[in-house]
């Protein structure tokens, strides 16, 4: 488990992009994930998805497909691709 996940950073990342082009964010585990982040980091990132237009997220980890929304935000889990579809 990381200390603390760095919420300033991709807020940061996400403020400072085009307001009309989409956000892309790549990660292992869900951004909600009650293991990986505390209840107050995953406050802050719904609030933070919540602000922003046109992000998709994209993390693996659970080895299924799945699509939710957090926010704003459109979260896709992929699927395992190495071994089998």
Excluded at 24 to 48: S, Y
Excluded at 62 to 76: K, P, V, Y
């Amino acid at each position: 488990r990381p200390r603390h996940a760095d919420i300033d950073w991709l807020e940061q990342e996400v403020t400072n992009a085009s307001a009309t082009d989409p956000v892309f964010i790549f990660q292992h585990q869900n951004p909600l994930n009650n293991l990986t982040f505390t209840a107050d980091e995953r406050a802050q990132i719904t609030t933070l998805l919540s602000a922003h237009p046109q992000i998709f997220i994209f993390h693996g980890h659970l080895h299924s497909f799945d699509r939710s929304q957090i926010g704003n935000a459109e979260t896709f889990q992929i699927s395992r691709v190495e071994g089998r579809k």
